[in-house]
């Protein structure tokens, strides 16, 4: 187990800059996920950490040593890729086999640790399949066996789980947190899916566009995004973001005047993008948010109302009230949302106001 | 929604296979035949006296210890092009998969020789190597070697050899290269992460999943040195110097047309192509089931 960390790692293909400075520590034991829509640079970070790709500039850190020059079998680390990467004309059990094999490690302690990994895994019955006689699902668990047989330092994952049907995804997550305690292995996972970002995760990093825009625990994510890129991407149904100005004791939006708890430093006038999220507002009919409902969604423990905010020109917004809502289209509803529940970002930057 | 067209006309498939038919029947069909009965006949030297002998002519063949000798230095022969064919169109291809960027025109570069027809392809050799003009045996007699392939067996062998697999470097490479790209990176990646060098990975990973590839080619190639060589040989060395560089499709030819020896020569056609039908035999019962993994 170790500790790692990124410094300022920057990286372009060719003339592309693809990652532009993630700085990183990760605690030995921590399980981080980097979370961000596709094509944000996330694999190609961990494809640095792992040694398969090597940075621009910035360096690699693990357990204490800088290991920009050091090859992907000299790191101590193991990966699981998204599309498992077995050796195809390998049977389970040499597929798990090999890192210990290339090692060097005496015969029967390969054995013994292979059974081990297989026990956890639940793999003892398929040890002597070949990949494509195996399932998705137990497929991936081979890859995840290859990885803990090594006792690395540092599990990478590429997306695990993203080519396993929903169902059994939900079942992997479960077990991958399992193991995870039981390990406690350095683990850094990539997804693109928030969900199994917040279940899984100690730490988030959410990347945007090669840079990290926040880094933190999810729970802190989700009540403070640091910008709003963040805002929208954590969260389902999405923040609601609308663009409003600052005013004395709030911030107006098209007319509409919501109060904010802690008054921002900035100056009254400037120009903010307000967020809040769907589940903060609330009916009451003497609250600031006349909306204008545009489409109607229940989904039985919840109803989402999509509308306009203060007329048919208005901003459209989102809001999850609890139980059922008889609303219908083209009718107009009044709701509230706490000045504490309101977000704002700085209009030009996207990044945070306090 | 399609519109099929359909044809009523019965006749329209077998015109349209009436060529290839044709072609097949006049080219392959009936030289066979005509080998197969030629075969089981003695005749003598002008074509007059013909006599019917059964097998007699495949057991003096198959007793005959210059035809044995033959059968070894084929085996030999074809040993070494498959050996050195299948080898360096393997490496090339591997170089040409790690710098797969600038590898068209690497990769036309080497899939050329396989256009050059192998009469011009051996004339070509003949230039580089001949004795007293070609710039390759002066090099090597610049080195010291005693470089006379018109007299020396083994170093006409050896020209014969690099000729043939020269041609045959193409077709490999092109095969080898489509392996080793079907061969997922991750595959290797995942090997790299789990410890293992280059070479490793190479012979663990790479050659194990090229093996269908490999094995494929092995036949092909098998096939070629035996079969497709004549033209090399022809031009190059003509079987000799004495019977050095004869193999058993060359010996059909010199017995046959230059010694006029049509029952023997004719048993030899036959015994060869039994061993096409082994071959292919092979390949088609095995590249279906053993080599996969
Ligand atoms: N080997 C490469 N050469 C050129 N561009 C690449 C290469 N690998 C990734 N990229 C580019 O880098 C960006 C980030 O890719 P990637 O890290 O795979 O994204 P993600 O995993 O977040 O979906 C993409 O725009 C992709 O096209
Ligand atoms: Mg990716």
């Keep these: 187990m170790a500790q790692v960390e990124l410094r300022a790692i920057k990286k372009s293909f060719g003339d592309v800059a693809v990652i532009h400075g993630v700085d990183c520590p990760i605690a030995d034991g921590e399980f981080v996920v980097i979370l961000g829509p596709s094509g944000c640079g996330k694999s190609t970070l961990l494809r640095i950490v792992a040694g398969l790709e090597t940075q621009s500039s910035g360096d690699v850190v693990i357990g204490g040593k800088v290991v920009n020059t050091v090859e992907p079998k000299d790191r101590n680390i193991a990966m699981v890729f998204q599309n498992y990467a077995l050796y195809p004309h390998m049977s389970v059990r040499e597929n798990m086999a090999y890192g210990l094999k290339v090692r060097g490690l005496p015969k029967p302690e390969i054995e013994a640790a292979v059974a081990r990994a297989a026990k956890i895994l639940e793999l003892e019955k398929l040890l002597d399949r070949r990949p494509r006689q195996l399932s998705g699902g137990q497929r991936q668990r081979v890859a995840m066996g290859r990885a803990i047989v090594r006792n690395p330092e540092v599990f990478l994952f590429d997306e695990p789980l993203s080519n396993l049907d929903a169902k059994l995804r939900v079942q992997m997550r479960i077990e991958l947190k399992q193991l995870h305690s039981q390990l406690k292995t350095t683990s850094i996972y990539v997804t693109h899916d928030q969900v199994e970002a917040m279940t899984l995760a100690d730490r988030l990093i959410v990347m945007n566009g090669g840079r990290a825009e926040h880094i933190g625990a999810p729970l802190d994510v989700y009540a403070r995004p640091a910008t709003t890129f963040v805002a929208g991407f954590i969260g389902a149904p999405a923040m609601n973001l609308v663009p409003g100005t600052l005013v004395a004791g709030g911030v107006a939006i098209d007319g509409t005047k919501l109060g904010v708890a802690h008054p921002a430093k900035t100056v009254t006038g400037a120009d903010v993008t307000v967020g809040f999220r769907p589940e903060t507002l609330h009916l009451d009919p003497a609250g600031p948010v006349a909306l204008l409902v545009t489409l109607v969604g229940a989904l039985g423990a919840d109803t989402l109302v999509h509308g306009r905010m203060g007329g048919p020109q208005g901003p459209t917004i989102t809001a999850r009230l609890p139980g059922v809502v008889k609303v219908r289209e083209g009718e107009r509803m009044v709701l509230r949302v706490a000045p504490e529940d309101i977000h704002l970002f700085d209009r030009a930057t996207g990044r945070r106001i306090d | ?293």
């Design chain 2, 1 to 293: 929604m399609h519109k099929r067209v359909i044809f009523n006309d019965k006749l329209l498939p077998y015109l349209l296979l009436a060529p290839q038919i044709a072609v097949t029947v006049v080219f392959f069909f009936l030289p066979a035949g005509q080998a197969v009965l030629y075969s089981l006949y003695i005749q003598d030297a002008f074509g007059h006296d013909w006599q019917f002998v059964w097998f007699e002519n495949f057991e003096v063949v198959l007793t005959d210890r210059d035809y044995l000798d033959t059968v070894w230095r084929t085996i030999l022969f074809s040993g070494a092009v498959t050996f050195v064919s299948m080898g360096s169109a393997l490496i090339l291809a591997v170089m040409a998969d790690k710098h797969i960027r600038g590898a068209t025109v690497y990769k036309t570069l080497i899939v050329w020789p396989y256009a050059v027809a192998p009469a011009v392809a051996a004339v070509l050799w003949y230039f580089i190597f001949h004795p007293s003009i070609g710039f390759a045996s002066k090099g090597l007699v610049a080195l010291g070697v005693n470089w006379d392939w018109k007299l020396d067996g083994g170093q006409a062998m050896a020209i014969v050899v690099l000729a043939a697999s020269w041609k045959q470097v193409s077709y490999n490479f092109l095969f080898f290269l489509a392996g080793l790209q079907s061969i997922p990176k991750s595959v290797l990646e995942a090997a790299s992460i789990d410890g293992a060098g280059s070479t490793r990975r190479f012979w663990t990973i790479v050659f194990p999943l090229l093996s269908p590839t490999t094995f494929f080619l092995l036949v092909v190639n098998v096939v070629y040195a035996f079969f497709d060589t004549f033209g090399t040989i022809h031009a190059l060395t003509q079987g000799g110097p004495g019977k050095a560089t004869e193999t058993l499709i060359y010996k059909v030819y010199s017995d046959g047309v230059q010694n006029l020896d049509l029952g023997s020569s004719s048993a030899q056609s036959v015994i060869l192509m039994l061993i096409v039908v082994a071959l292919t035999a092979i390949q088609f019962r095995y590249v279906e089931r053993k080599v996969h993994y």
